[in-house]
């Protein structure tokens, strides 16, 4: 079964060369217990770590059931190791911070067996070293002789053929080395046994063959007749390459993670204020821009075009108005158009400033002076914007759409409506109520950016017809295209052919093409000129927001890259604090990859750690923003809605918390890659 021929091995220190095996040549069979004995020195480890080939750089040949260990590649070394050998050391070499049964679990993970059968046979082998009380209790609550057991229970665990136990009983007193040397002896009935010893008095009660060395050779090799066993069958074995899911690692790493639980919570949170700031970069400016263009689409949707006289030009003042017939002229150059806003405009035509549910307030003569009263300007609107009724026909909270050809009913937003019921009250119940609307004949004096107060006001009544559900920066009303122009009609005997206004608003159905529309509508005639008012707005603010977004994205940049070099250093902490566990995962089977993935695993744990609390700080932090904002706003303007200025999109949290976890794992490869290149014997040595 296991054949050792010519092996030598040497080691080099400095310039001088030791040898440790000198052509050491001889055959073992199967089912047998072997001593190794000799004095310190002489080669026995080395010679068990060749067998079991933790170490791979010697001469000659160890070959086992035919198959040559010399010629094997780094994957049959991997998969002979979990199949063929199993290890008993002398300080055990368990994982203190585990129980009896997760330390053999170790070795079962490389099976690829279900978690039903691993439990089974982990079950099986404690009670087979008679450890059935204990198999829940961590190792270090053990005695050294259960520890031991342990150990030979994970040897076992694989089911290998032979089993290299070095000094099984260095560490144990005489009655429990005894007990140890009992089970070896019966666990020999069925598989190769070879035991590195230096008490010659076990060798010859329990060994069958005694192989001695002196100075890296072998001097003799003696069937012990006093000890004999039967020699066992030879059976084939299905051997099964060496496996370990990401899975496993995963729970190898978050095992580890949880008993350093204060240095990975440590590292997280320093990792996530980088992100943090990064998040918030992005929330501040995703949720600005898009506050904003909600508040710019409610006055300039983006499907909304001013139309002007060419001839005015970039004028400010002067500006010659459209009149009345410019309505029909307009609408006639494109089909698309489906709604209009002609703001009624010029001398002695009566103008609406102010707008309220309470009819003695709108009547009051002496309204201007009661402005700062706080009970009148709770009750009072001074601004209300008309916008367009076709584009909430669909979203009517409360009521109905005005009745077509009426003349005073209008549907209001939301916002207004919380505005106008600022007490609380039930929305729903402000349909079919009046909203009173003064009105003044002198309008709006510019040299003292006052409204008249000196004459009489004009009262009208509007309907609320329904409420949609809308949000509003300023109070808005939505009405049909004409109804403006026939309330003044009807309510004020205007000549509508009469009246006049600075710009006329018009509304195209296809915004995919509206730039073109536009461009269209500009060259097919001379009179007029289109201009898309809200965009160019939203253009302005998203291009302010890029650059703060990558100002502030530049600075959290800095933080990032310190926290990815504190990843990886305490990645690399965390490779120095396993080494032992890296040499015991490599002796049951481990291949280099598995050992990459254990410490990728955990790179991975703090990336995922440290993406959630950096989100999570986000989130409050952006709460906190968005609540100082909406109280700044609520004392400036009275109708403010609560607008998140800062809101981080679902997709970029997506995108940060991939980046978080691809950093971490990128930061912690390098000292991953260190571990998976150690060399077995190094590791269990602690080196």
């Not at 160890?62 to 991997?78: F, P, T």
């Not at 690829?112 to 082998?125: P, R, S, V």
């Not at 679902?650 to 794992?665: E, P, R, T, W």
Request: proline share 3%.
């Amino acid at each position: 079964m296991l054949k050792i021929k010519n092996l030598r091995k040497t080691y080099k220190i400095t310039k001088h060369k030791i040898i440790a095996l000198d052509n050491i040549s001889f055959d073992l069979p199967n089912g047998k217990l072997v001593a190794i004995v000799g004095p310190s020195g002489c080669g026995k480890t080395t010679m068990m770590n060749l067998i079991g080939a933790l170490d791979a750089d010697f001469e000659g040949d160890v070959i086992v059931n035919g198959k040559s260990l010399k010629a094997a590649g780094e994957k049959e070394i991997d998969t002979y190791r979990k199949n063929t050998v199993g290890f008993i050391f002398q300080q055990f070499n368990l994982l203190n911070s585990l129980t009896a049964i997760q330390n053999i679990d170790i070795a079962l993970d490389l099976s690829g067996t279900t978690k039903e059968n691993k439990t089974k046979k982990g079950h099986n082998l404690l009670s087979r070293v008679g450890l059935t009380d204990q198999i829940n209790k961590k190792v270090n609550l053990l005695s050294g002789g259960q520890r031991q057991r342990v150990a030979i229970a994970r040897a076992l665990a694989n089911d290998p053929q032979i089993i290299l136990a070095d000094e099984p009983t260095g560490a144990l007193d005489v009655e429990t080395g005894k007990q140890v040397m009992e089970l070896l002896k019966e666990i020999s009935k069925e598989k190769l046994v070879l035991m590195v010893t230096h008490a010659p008095e076990l060798a010859k009660a329990y060994a069958d063959i005694i192989v001695e060395m002196e100075d890296g050779k072998v001097i003799s090799i003696e069937e012990n007749t006093a000890s004999i066993s039967t020699a066992a069958s030879s059976s084939k074995k299905i051997e099964t390459k060496s496996k370990m899911s990401f899975y496993t690692a995963f729970k190898m790493s978050l095992r580890n993670a949880w008993l350093k639980k204060g240095r990975t919570l440590a590292t997280a949170i320093g990792t996530s204020i980088g992100i943090c700031g990064i998040s918030l970069a992005l929330a501040i400016t995703s949720g600005t821009t898009h506050s904003v263009n909600t508040q710019i689409k409610g006055i300039f949707p983006s499907n909304a075009i001013t139309v002007g006289l060419k001839e005015n030009g970039d004028k400010i003042n002067n500006i010659k108005p459209l009149k009345y017939s410019d309505i029909n002229s307009v609408l006639s150059l494109n089909s698309n158009i489906y709604a209009y806003n002609f703001e009624i405009e010029g001398k002695g035509m009566p103008l609406s400033y102010f707008y309220s549910l309470d009819e003695n307030i709108i009547k009051d003569k002496d309204l201007m002076s009661k402005m700062s009263d706080q009970t009148t300007k709770e009750k009072l609107a001074t601004i209300m914007s008309p916008s367009v009724l076709a584009d909430v026909k669909n979203d009517i909270q409360y009521g109905n759409l005005p009745k077509k050809g009426s003349t005073n009913e209008i549907v209001i937003s939301l916002s207004t409506a919380k505005n106008l019921e600022k007490n609380g009250g039930n929305l729903k119940a402000l349909i079919g109520k009046s909203i009173y609307v003064r009105y003044l004949k002198n309008g709006f004096n510019p040299n003292s950016n006052q409204v008249s107060n000196t004459e009489t006001p004009i009262v009208r009544t509007w309907k609320i017809a329904g409420i949609a559900n809308t949000t509003t920066l300023i109070d808005t009303y939505y009405a049909t295209s004409p109804w403006l122009i026939n309330f003044y009609e009807k309510e004020f005997k205007i000549d509508k052919k009469a009246l006049k206004s600075d710009f006329l608003v018009v509304y195209l159905k296809n915004t995919k093409n509206l730039d073109s529309d536009l461009q269209t509508l500009n060259k097919s005639q001379n009179k007029y000129k289109f201009e898309l008012t809200g965009k160019t707005i939203s253009a302005q603010v998203e291009g302010a927001m890029k650059q703060v977004r990558y100002a502030l994205l530049g600075f959290a940049g800095v933080s990032v890259v310190v926290a990815a070099l504190m990843i990886s250093i305490v990645v690399y902490i965390s490779v120095l604090e396993r080494t032992n566990e890296i040499g015991i995962l490599r002796a049951v089977g481990a291949r280099k990859r598995d050992i990459l993935n254990v410490f990728v695993a955990e790179s991975f744990i703090i990336g995922v750690l440290s993406a959630g609390i950096g989100l999570l700080l986000t989130l409050g932090i952006s709460k906190v923003i968005n609540s100082v904002v909406y109280g700044y706003l609520k004392n400036a303007i009275p109708n403010a809605p609560y607008m998140e200025v800062a809101k981080l999109p679902l997709n970029d949290a997506g995108l940060i918390m991939l980046f978080c976890i691809v950093l971490s794992m990128i930061a912690g490869f390098y000292p991953s890659l260190k571990a998976s290149k150690m060399d077995p014997i190094d590791a269990l040595r602690g080196k």
